[in-house]
């Protein structure tokens, strides 16, 4: 008998170590070396697939190497990571054999002659760096085409026998381009499933959102098990947390199930050289990931950038070769002796004693943040409604203000006295664009100023998507296709990546917008993307009230823009974004942020 046997545990993801009677003791020292080691019975421990990996070299220790039993399916996964490792390390130190790149009549035979879509020139450029590793990274800036260029990558290794199926993780709004990409590049499309019950067995093509991954996770380890397979994590940049987060835990323990694995985001480094570190460990897991880190170990984004070169490929802005923007801040005012202005100056004093308490508690920031941001399209957004979303409804025309009312009492009566002017603004410019039959997408953080907004904007007959939308695909399927649908409503947390919109709509107007850089630039990118024509004319207008928060906003995300808009273009990625793995309007704040908002409140600096 075996003096150790190592399995895969029925999940998949962990691994089942049963050692020998007389070897109890050496188990029971064996296991602290294993951080996630747990004790299923006197003479057995489970520990994560992942963390095995990371740590195989403490298996050395156990006193009988020679007879330790290993499941041939566990070994396998092994072998690949080991080699995966070699590759890794050969490549951070440049001792990796040259590839020379793939012409364009090379990639297309790989493709095969089911594949039937065009590709550009940067397209094939990126196929031919992904196709020369074993597994990769795609960081080419949102709108670049990553799905056709993942999708291309996938055909060419089936076309070479190395892999029959695809589970791709992403977030929901990434599903139709996906759909999409898989009807027009292949002339046999894949069988798709969307998981959102049982795992279809027989589907080619898993598609399944991060917040569904952990319930998912053992069917999905065994589904990638049962055949070779490739997995792909579409906006990454979720899974940023790596261990420590509930997305990033599952995918570092499904990769090592996968036979190629691949990530696409054009924002990998939100948070810094941490952030490449975790979702490179899913990309090389096992001692690759330790090679990286050991790579990038003490530098800066701009060093581990260089570093890491051979493992990614990115397309800039610049060679998408779009038609520019014209972005235009609109600024509006509360009028002279205004309710609203008055009620904003009220909940400035409120909150500044507010904040000058909390100015060390970033979650009762954040909730400050939010109602100065509602308060500068209509603080009557902050009074509770009879539900969680209603709309407010606007007297129209105005009735007077009474007398001896509070102000609590008016801010929640506001809408009867006065109409917000960002609602004003909004309504002219979609009227305007309505007239010229140039559809308009509009943004606001908040679901209830989107509801508003949708009573506001009725005749212009909207469609609107937000995170209880429970027909999204119809009401995004509407604004494109429905003549007399002119208006798309939602919010940057919700639709901010993965939905393509330029062949509709060219014009955007933001009500609000929070600090986060990142998500904004995403949301830019719906209606400003590879496939636009070079006669096409995009507009943007943010609304900004004067005198409110929105003025600091609008500093803040200057600042970032700027920077960020040298540094997208940089192929060395020294600094992307500013996503959040579950983003809310107050958890976008960085030190900055905090500092501009306390000073707007006339509170002292943080200590």
Same mark, same amino acid.
Request: with cysteine; aromatic share 6%; proline share 6%.
């Given at each position: ?403 001896? *009312?509070? +102000? @609590?009492? &008016?801010?929640?009566? !506001?809408?009867? /006295? ?7 603004? #909004?309504? =002219? ?18 679901? *209830?100023? +989107? @509801?508003? &907004?949708?009573?506001? !904007?009725?005749? /212009? ?7 209880? #939308?429970? =027909? ?21 947390? @919700? ?18 917008? =929070? ?93």
């Amino acid at each position: 008998m075996a003096s150790l046997r190592l399995e895969l545990a029925a999940s998949g993801t962990a691994v089942l170590l049963r050692s020998a009677e007389e070897h109890l003791t050496n188990l029971r020292q064996l296991a602290p070396r294993f951080r996630t080691a747990i004790h299923k019975g006197p003479n057995v421990i489970e520990i994560k697939l992942d963390d095995l990996l990371v740590n195989l070299r403490e298996l050395s220790r156990w006193p009988s190497p020679h007879d330790v039993d290993w499941q041939s399916e566990l070994r396998t996964i092994v072998e690949d990571v080991h080699l995966d490792a070699s590759a890794a390390t050969a490549y951070l130190q440049g001792t990796a054999p040259a590839t020379a790149p793939l012409s364009k009549d090379e990639i297309f035979e790989l493709l095969g002659p089911e594949w039937i879509a065009p590709l550009t020139e940067f397209q094939l450029r990126d196929i031919s760096k992904l196709l020369s590793l074993r597994h990769g990274a795609n960081f080419s800036v949102p709108g670049a085409g990553k799905t056709r260029v993942a999708l291309a990558i996938f055909q060419a290794l089936r076309t070479k026998g190395l892999v029959q199926r695809l589970l791709v993780v992403g977030p929901k709004a990434a599903y139709e381009s996906w759909q999409y990409e898989n009807k027009i590049c292949l002339s046999q499309p894949l069988n798709v499933q969307v998981i959102d019950g049982k795992v279809d067995a027989g589907a080619r093509l898993l598609l399944v959102n991060y917040e569904r991954l952990a319930i998912n996770e053992t069917a999905l380890a065994k589904w990638l098990t049962t055949k070779p397979s490739m997995l792909i994590l579409d906006e990454a940049h979720r899974m940023k947390l790596g261990a420590t987060g509930v997305y990033g835990a599952v995918c570092l323990a499904l990769g090592p199930r996968a036979r190629r694995r691949l990530i696409l985001t054009g924002t990998p480094a939100p948070n810094g050289v941490q952030d490449l570190e975790n979702i490179f460990g899913f990309v090389w897991p096992g001692h690759g990931r330790q090679s990286v880190t050991r790579a990038v170990s003490g530098g800066n984004l701009k060093h581990a950038s260089k570093v890491l070169r051979p493992f990614f490929t990115r397309t800039t802005k610049k060679e998408l070769n779009l038609p520019p923007v014209t972005t235009r801040i609109q600024r509006v005012a509360f009028k002279p002796g205004s309710l609203h202005g008055e009620i904003y100056s009220a909940l400035v004093g409120e909150m500044s004693a507010r904040a000058a308490r909390s100015r060390d508690d970033f979650e009762a920031l954040g909730r400050i943040l939010m109602y100065l941001l509602m308060a500068a399209t209509s603080p009557a957004l902050i009074a509770l409604g009879t539900t969680k979303h209603e709309p407010l409804l606007y007297q129209a025309p105005p009735i007077e203000i009474p007398e001896n *009312r509070t +102000l @609590t009492e &008016l801010l929640k009566d !506001l809408p009867n /006295h006065e109409m917000s002017p960002k609602y004003e603004a #909004t309504h =002219d410019i979609v009227l305007a664009n309505s007239s010229t039959k140039r559809k308009t997408l509009v943004w606001s953080t908040f679901v *209830r100023s +989107l @509801t508003t &907004l949708e009573s506001i !904007l009725k005749e /212009h007959q909207p469609a609107m998507v937000h995170g209880g #939308t429970p =027909d999204r695909e119809n009401q995004i399927k509407r604004f494109r296709e429905d003549p007399d649908c002119m208006v798309l409503l939602s919010n940057p947390a @919700t639709l901010g990546e993965g939905i393509s919109l330029h062949q509709v709509c060219h014009d955007a107007v933001y009500v609000d917008r =929070d600090f986060a850089a990142g998500r904004y630039l995403q949301s830019l990118d719906r209606i400003h993307r590879l496939g636009l024509s070079s006669n096409i004319e995009t507009n943007v207008t943010v609304l900004a009230t004067a005198e409110t928060i929105d003025e600091m906003v609008e500093q803040r995300l200057s600042t970032k823009l700027r920077f960020m808009g040298a540094i997208l273009d940089d192929p060395e990625v020294e600094q992307l974004a500013d996503l959040q793995e579950e983003p809310v309007a107050g958890r976008t704040m960085d030190s900055a942020d905090v500092k501009a908002m306390l000073r707007h409140l006339h509170v002292g600096p943080t200590s």
